[in-house]
């Protein structure tokens, strides 16, 4: 089953409609060797729309160095296996110095026609050129035209969203001393131990998500908008911020009047968690009640003085966290 997931189906349907098309093209203007044009296409079509495109550009380049050292090499060494072999080493070394690499393998395969032909006439040479652009803009034009990614609106950012306002009812209970899963009371060990489980499933959930949103940055030409990614970069760094939080939370082992304080304006946050949100207001609470605990009156006790200081070390982060959301909102855009 995992080997299917990992399976792109898409990207292989693209791979053997764009295989097809670029041999029946060239068979159309009876280009010899139509089948090496299905070959090129297939080792250009890529994941992504501007890897695709980066790809044949540097093979083009490399086709035309490629032409040019068997000019030289089989005119002037003749078309014999030591020449090729010269070639094929002095064309790699070049291919890495150029960081060409990637147009290695199909350009020998040209130069092995010219080999084969023992001919480097100027109509065979304008027939490897048409092979070569067949398969080159096969594989692009395929690429633009069928889309690698499915356009799923917002369901992903939503299902984050609702990851980091879990992570916030999980912390919230935790500094109530409630351990509740699905209505059901539990021990705090286990709570943590689950607590531990999802964020491991939420930080999976977003390096996933981040592979998806790059490719689908890369697979749009023009017009590339990066509000998914920074949307996406904003939520991960909130996760990181919430994390920290629940560890600190966890250290406490009394219920203070300062500790309901704080978790109630965690749940207000949590209520008012949206995309569209500013959290000026919730910025202003949280100075205001970071102000308020400072006029408070001083511990009676020595665990009264460290739980309350790590609230206002919980407090400090939760302004932090909501700050990373004002810093998203007021980017330029």
Not at 242 to 252: G, H
Not at 267 to 283: A, C, P, Q, S, W
């Amino acid at each position: 089953m995992e080997r299917f997931k990992k399976f792109d189906l898409l990207l292989n349907l693209q791979i053997a409609i764009a295989f097809t098309l670029s041999i029946l093209f060239s068979q159309f203007f009876n280009l010899q060797n139509a089948i090496t044009a299905g070959v090129i296409t297939l080792l250009s079509v890529q994941i992504t729309k501007k890897q695709t495109v980066v790809i044949a550009l540097k093979r083009v380049f490399g086709f035309f160095l490629m032409l040019a050292l068997i000019l030289i090499f089989f005119n002037f060494m003749g078309y014999n296996l030591y020449s090729f072999g010269i070639f094929v080493l002095v064309f790699a070394v070049l291919n890495s110095f150029f960081n060409i690499s990637v147009g290695l393998a199909p350009n020998v395969v040209i130069a092995g026609h010219f080999y084969a032909k023992m001919s480097t006439d100027y109509s065979f040479i304008l027939n490897e050129i048409a092979i070569y652009l067949i398969g080159l803009i096969m594989a692009i034009a395929v690429n633009l035209i069928i889309p690698m990614t499915k356009k799923e609106k917002n369901i992903e950012r939503d299902q984050l969203d609702e990851y980091l306002k879990k992570l916030l009812l999980y912390t919230s209970n935790l500094l109530n001393q409630e351990y509740t899963i699905n209505s059901s009371n539990i021990d705090k060990q286990i709570y943590e131990i689950y607590i531990d489980k999802q964020i491991k499933i939420i930080k999976k959930f977003i390096d996933d998500l981040e592979i998806k949103t790059l490719r689908k940055i890369e697979n749009t030409l023009l017009n590339r908008d990066i509000y998914d990614l920074e949307y996406l970069q904003m939520r991960k760094n909130q996760v990181n911020i919430l994390v920290k939080i629940y560890s600190e939370s966890k250290r406490l082992d009394s219920n203070f009047e300062q500790t309901q304080v704080v978790s109630d304006f965690i749940d207000e946050i949590r209520n008012d968690f949206d995309e569209k949100n500013t959290v000026v207001g919730l910025i202003t609470k949280a100075k205001l009640l970071i102000s308020d605990f400072k006029n408070d009156e001083l511990p009676k006790t020595r665990n009264e003085f460290e739980n309350r200081a790590i609230l206002y070390v919980i407090m400090k982060d939760l302004i932090e966290f909501l700050r990373e959301k004002y810093i998203f909102k007021n980017r330029k855009l």
